[in-house]
């Protein structure tokens, strides 16, 4: 059966449960940390990395996702770097995808001043800018590592003003959903070689998706006169979401959501709202847009207790861990 087929398939499935909603629904789909969430010893392996990579935009080529990928330069080990990057974004730009800016070292900017975490956002432009403009295109997108936007106002201001300058457009979040734990989970199953855990740990993360929609639907409609603005979703590109990115997509698509470029979505007057949150916290935009109308703020689902748990546990405990889940 091929991808579209499947994923077809899985969005009937999913109507039948869930029918779509009146209104035009439109989504941007981001993925976040590349190359790839995974081990220093692959991100080093070009063989190995690029064969990650291929697997991955393989899997989306067929979907259609028209999103945009977001790079940390500095995860691929020098000497690579310079002669294998360029080729693992290649196969993303070759697979229909925009690629950002995601800083060189994933940097925290509460641990660090706002000249230092600009000077790791310059580091980490040079493979990718290049690699776009060798197709004619710009480098113009910036993700926050973390969601982090400064934790004072005079850090969040200086670092906005910084990015400013330099062009770039920052690329929020309204669909926030802690994919990230899930796949940390799961590579701790793959690591224990457990295909029925794997299938558990996937299984949750679905059901989670769909429990964050169900939020963050209504909860951004309210904040938008009753109509739901375009969203964006963010995602990492990782193991977990390799094999279960195509029933996540065929529930957007269940939803009667539309794929959509990432400037698309920025083009909804909801992107033009004040947003005056300063917190040590990486949260969603419709979170902070909330909290600037000096709303009180309704966080979204957490993920079930046992991932929550199995996150923080070295992978020897996860079978612990989820066995307690499921015991009576």
């Known amino acids: 059966m091929s991808m579209r087929a499947l994923i077809c398939g899985l969005a009937a499935a999913v109507l039948l449960v869930q029918p779509s909603a009146a209104q035009d629904r439109r989504v941007a789909v981001t993925f976040d940390d590349l190359p790839f969430q995974t081990s220093d010893e692959v991100l080093c392996d070009p063989a190995r990395l690029m064969a990650t990579t291929q697997a ?3 899997m989306l080529r067929p979907l259609d996702t028209r999103g945009v990928a977001f790079v940390n330069e500095g995860k691929v080990c020098e ?3 310079t002669q294998l990057l360029p080729k693992v974004l290649n196969v993303w730009l070759d697979g229909g995808l925009d690629l950002g800016n995601h800083s060189f070292s994933h940097i925290n900017i509460h641990r660090t001043t706002a000249e230092a975490y600009l000077a790791d956002v310059d ?3 040079p ?3 290049a690699a776009l403009e060798a197709r004619g295109r710009t480098l113009r997108w910036f993700r926050h590592p973390y969601l982090f936007t400064g934790e004072t106002p005079e850090k969040h201001d200086a670092i ?3 990015l400013a300058q330099r062009g770039y457009t920052i690329a929020p979040v309204t669909l926030d959903n802690n994919d990230w734990m899930f796949a940390d989970v799961y590579r701790k199953a793959e690591q224990l070689g457990d295909e029925a855990l794997k299938r558990r740990i996937g299984e949750a993360y679905v059901a989670h998706m769909t429990r964050v929609l169900d939020f963050y639907e209504p909860y951004s409609a309210e904040l938008n006169g009753g109509r739901e603005p375009a969203q964006v979703l963010l995602l990492h590109a990782n193991s977990l979401n390799q094999t279960y990115y195509p029933q996540i997509h065929a529930l957007y698509l269940a939803r009667g959501y539309r794929f959509v470029p990432l400037e698309e979505a920025l083009a909804d007057p909801i992107y033009q709202h004040a947003d005056t949150y300063v917190r ?3 949260i969603s935009w419709l979170h902070r847009w909330t909290s600037t ?3 009180p703020i309704r966080w979204e689902p957490e993920p079930p207790a046992w991932i929550v748990a199995a996150n923080k546990a070295p992978a020897s405990e996860l079978e612990a861990i989820a ?3 499921t015991a009576p």
């Open 56 to 58: 991955f935009v393989n």
């Open 79 to 81: 000497p690579q770097r």
């Open 123 to 125: 580091a980490g432009a």
């Open 127 to 129: 493979i990718t800018r």
């Open 160 to 162: 906005a003003a910084g």
């Open 280 to 282: 040590a916290n990486g």
């Open 293 to 295: 109308e000096g709303k």
């Open 323 to 325: 066995g307690a889940q």
